[in-house]
């Protein structure tokens, strides 16, 4: 069996178990006044606390030197001086002090690799780690010496192979390679850096007594950073070794802060995907789309068929717009995407930022309550008609006469139930426009008809305020082909909106004019007027004044009616200023054809 020697300087070790070798190994724990006795050729390894005062290190580890036994030593001192001398002493290796000696055991009666660096304690994994590959005890004496003012814990290793297994065990920030006559054998150790994952990135050097062209060229191939020729300045090795160091502090930061932009991107809900200025992508892929690093990201989403606003993404390229947004579906699934622009503290283009979020739930959700809002008013429609029904018979005095007070509180009713049914036609066409569904049926219609049509729809309303409502035709065209319906819609809401939001013994003004391929109508008033903050919204769906004016309104009317005359071919805008009043300005082309029902989205327009 064999024979272990270890001196803790402790009278018991706790972190020993011995008979968790007891199989192969006979492990004995002396004191240090014991150890010299305990040298025979039946000890085959010793381990030794080196900071052991008061003993002769060097006369024990020359007495079990002479039967072959393997010695260690280890230490909390780490500093090149302590470790230099604890070499010269004679040990075969020297680690820093762990945390459990019976890891240096592990090590030590390794078979695969009998001198392997110590990497449990953190005093060790917190440090700067150097590893020196020579075969030449001498070499590596000098090199501690060279090195000293760096504050490196160093490792060396004396066997090529050795070499080789401490690269893919333990993590460097520099390897020195001292090859006294440079061969291929050395070179191994080099190419084994470059395919090394822990040590792919470390900077490593070659040192060598008379380094030939080829044997420097083919050093600098493998990526080694120098090739010194002894003998080489100390000062100008240290500024070379201070910069390497320098390259590779930036290096590991760039790398960890990569790591972390990496794991935030991946961990990250709506996940981005982070291209070139090319688009070419330097992140992985999301969840949702299986894209790869290196990929044209719009190679992807053509191969998948997905259709994308290429000519906008184009544009967005070259122009100064630092956003673009837009939707795609894929798989049943639907996206909402937005491209940010990236630059530098220079101001040029760096990189693009494409966020890509899941709205497939969130449009289903939206869709049932459209659907309900929808079903709701629908359903609302049959009775509104027929208490509007009811309420006219009864002013018609079908059911008998009625006193003039009666007749004031039927008018009221019947007044509120038409902008009941306004809203609930509102709400409806709205549902329409965004489910696909709004179409429209140009025919030949009489212009002048609509208008009077409309006016009359609101006319309770300008007569119960008092106001004025002025028409002004000022065009030779009468019939054009529109939609009655729609446009018959759009005015009344815009007059609607108009006399709400006018003040009594006000005055509305519709006026009618002509060029040569559309007809041009604007509603105007002298009313509250809008502020110029609020102009560029007052077409979006839900936005609405009423409350700043203690009025009742959905928000819809003007969206809708800028979507009916989209619908159209036409536009719709707006000029207005607070208590001066507002004209609203729409157009409607003259060149429909009849009968040909036209399909109206949002997302078409």
Same mark, same amino acid.
């Given at each position: ?47 030794? *606390? ?75 994994? *917190?440090?700067?780690?150097?590893? #020196? ?9 000098? !090199? ?5 003012? %760096? ?5 060396? =290793? ?42 792919? @990135? ?57 790591? !972390? ?17 090319? %688009? ?5 892929? @999301? ?43 894929? &798989? ?7 491209? $940010? ?22 449009? !289903? ?7 309900? #809002? ?10 509104? =008609? ?42 409806? $066409? ?17 212009? &002048?008809?609509? #208008? ?36 018959? =819609? ?13 003040? *009594? ?27 110029? &903050? ?68 949002? $997302?078409?327009?």
């Amino acid at each position: 069996m064999k024979k272990i020697i270890l001196c803790t300087g402790k009278t018991t070790e706790e972190n020993i178990r011995p008979n968790i070798y007891s199989t192969n190994y006979d492990i004995k724990n002396v004191m240090p006044n014991r150890l010299e006795k305990e040298a025979n050729k039946n000890t085959h390894f010793a381990i030794i *606390n080196a900071d052991i005062k008061n003993i002769n290190i060097t006369k024990i580890i020359n007495s079990f030197k002479k039967f072959g036994t393997k010695i260690w030593g280890y230490t909390s001192n780490t500093n090149r001086e302590n470790i230099l001398k604890l070499y010269t002493d004679g040990f075969d290796n020297v680690v820093p002090a762990p945390s459990c000696v019976a890891s240096i055991i592990d090590t030590m009666i390794n078979p695969d690799n009998t001198e392997v660096s110590l990497i449990d304690s953190e005093s060790y994994k *917190n440090s700067q780690k150097a590893l #020196i590959v020579s075969n030449d005890k001498l070499n590596t004496e000098l !090199l501690l010496h060279t090195f000293t003012d %760096f504050d490196f814990i160093y490792t060396i =290793r004396t066997n090529i192979n050795d070499a080789i297994n401490e690269i893919s065990k333990d993590r460097y920030d520099l390897i020195i390679i001292d090859c006294v006559t440079p061969d291929e054998k050395i070179f191994e150790v080099a190419e084994h850096i470059s395919k090394s994952k822990l040590n792919n @990135t470390t900077p490593f050097i070659f040192i060598s007594t008379t380094p030939e062209t080829q044997t420097l060229i083919k050093g600098y191939q493998l990526g080694s950073y120098l090739y010194l020729q002894k003998p080489y300045n100390t000062d100008i090795l240290h500024a070379q070794i201070s910069n390497l160091l320098k390259i590779k502090n930036l290096q590991d930061k760039l790398s960890r802060e990569n790591n !972390l932009m990496e794991n935030l991107i991946k961990n990250s809900i709506n996940q981005p995907i982070i291209t070139d200025t090319n %688009f070419v992508v330097l992140s992985g892929g @999301t969840q949702h789309l299986p894209i790869q690093k290196n990929e044209y990201f719009f190679s992807f989403l053509n191969s998948c068929a997905i259709e994308y606003p290429e000519k906008r993404i184009h544009d967005f390229s070259r122009n100064t717009d630092k956003n673009l947004k837009f939707s795609f579906s894929y &798989k049943d699934k639907f996206f909402d995407t937005s491209i $940010t622009k990236v630059y530098s503290n220079t101001g040029i283009l760096e990189l693009y930022i494409i966020a890509i979020e899941d709205v497939t739930q969130k449009l !289903l959700i939206e869709e049932q309550k459209e659907t309900f #809002i929808a079903t709701l008013t629908h359903d609302l429609k049959s009775p509104i =008609r027929a208490e509007q029904n009811i309420l006219q018979q009864l002013l018609g005095e079908k059911f008998g006469p009625l006193n003039e007070n009666q007749k004031i509180i039927l008018n009221e009713l019947i007044n509120s139930r038409e902008y009941t049914k306004r809203m609930v036609d509102n709400i409806l $066409t709205r549902y329409k426009v965004t489910s696909e569904k709004f179409e429209i049926l140009p025919e030949l219609n009489s212009y &002048k008809q609509t #208008i009077e049509n409309a006016t009359q729809e609101i006319s309770h309303l300008i007569n119960n305020k008092s106001q004025q409502l002025v028409i002004s035709y000022n065009a030779n065209t009468d019939s054009f082909v529109f939609d009655r319906v729609e446009i018959t =819609r759009t005015l009344v809401n815009l007059l609607s909106n108009a006399s709400e939001y006018t003040q *009594n013994a006000g005055t509305i003004q519709i006026n009618v004019t002509e060029n040569e391929n559309k007809i041009i109508t604007t509603v105007s008033d002298n009313g509250y007027g809008i502020a110029e &903050k609020d102009l560029g919204l007052i077409f979006d769906k839900n936005v609405t004044l009423a409350k700043k004016y203690r009025n009742v309104g959905s928000g819809l009317g003007l969206y809708i009616s800028k979507s009916i005359i989209n619908a159209h071919g036409g536009e719709i805008s707006v000029e207005s200023k607070l208590n001066k009043g507002s004209t609203f300005t729409f157009s409607l082309p003259k060149t429909l054809k009849a009968s040909k029902l036209l399909a109206y989205t949002e $997302t078409k327009q």
